[in-house]
T-cell receptor, first 117, second 108 residues
Framework: DADVTQTPRNRITKTGKRIMLECSQT?????MYWYRQDPGLGLRLIYY???????NKGEISDGYSVSRQAQAKFSLSLESAIPNQTALYFC????????????????FGPGTRLTVL | QKEVEQNSGPLSVPEGAIASLNCTYS??????FFWYRQYSGKSPELIMF????GDKEDGRFTAQLNKASQYVSLLIRDSQPSDSATYLC????????FGTGTRLLVSP
């Protein structure tokens, strides 16, 4: 079974609709992230959470909100979807700080392809 | 100016050649750098991270960091068609900033 799962994998919706993308992980990691990927723009951070009570805005949080329901679950919502939110969305997880010289690898889910018409 | 810059490519190399991927960054305070590989339609996966000046080798991959010149590179020796993918450079420790990626094509 995949360690980081995302649902749905594909979604087509209309402008103005509310959409929720869900992410679950079985890796036991404290830290979770939401990114969007657009051609020519790369991966951009939307929101991140270092634990259940900690939520932080990323580079492009406008138009999005998140909920960290549990250590293993992190949801991304688009309250009123618009066409320029059409993108590939990735959830990722990582462990907490290990110390100097270490790097906390981020593990990505399979992605959700969202199309807003 | 974007914080991390990469040539989008594609970079085309023949099988068995060395592929050289380059990346520059703007924040002199950046300390940790990484390379992720992303196959078409798949999610990114970590290949290398580096935080000290110089070279770091792992199998066919070598990451090079030059903090004075603010660039990071990835060398892939004996390139294989299976290396064809987009390579994402970036910086950060917990909050990551990615470049737009360089597409590598290795022809048989």
């Amino acid at each position: 079974d995949a360690d980081v799962t995302q649902t749905p994998r594909n979604r087509i919706t209309k402008t103005g609709k509310r959409i929720m993308l869900e992410c679950s992980q079985t890796k036991g990691h404290d830290r979770m992230y939401w990114y969007r990927q657009d051609p020519g723009l790369g991966l951009r951070l939307i929101y991140y959470s270092f634990d259940v009570k900690d939520i932080n805005k990323g580079e492009i949080s406008d138009g999005y909100s998140v909920s960290r329901q549990a250590q293993a679950k992190f949801s991304l919502s688009l309250e009123s979807a618009i066409p320029n939110q059409t993108a590939l969305y990735f959830c990722a997880t990582s462990v907490g700080t290990k110390g100097k010289g270490s790097y906390n690898e981020q593990f990505f889910g399979p992605g959700t392809r969202l199309t807003v018409l | 100016q974007k914080e991390v810059e990469q040539n989008s490519g594609p970079l085309s190399v023949p099988e068995g050649a060395i592929a050289s991927l380059n990346c520059t960054y703007s924040d002199r305070g950046s300390q940790s750098f990484f390379w992720y590989r992303q196959y078409s339609g798949k999610s990114p996966e970590l290949i290398m991270f580096i935080y000290s000046n110089g070279d770091k080798e792992d199998g066919r991959f070598t990451a090079q960091l030059n903090k004075a010149s603010q660039y990071v590179s990835l060398l892939i020796r004996d390139s294989q068609p299976s290396d064809s993918a987009t390579y994402l450079c970036g910086t950060g420790f917990q909050k990551l900033v990615f470049g737009t990626g360089t597409r590598l094509l290795v022809s048989p």
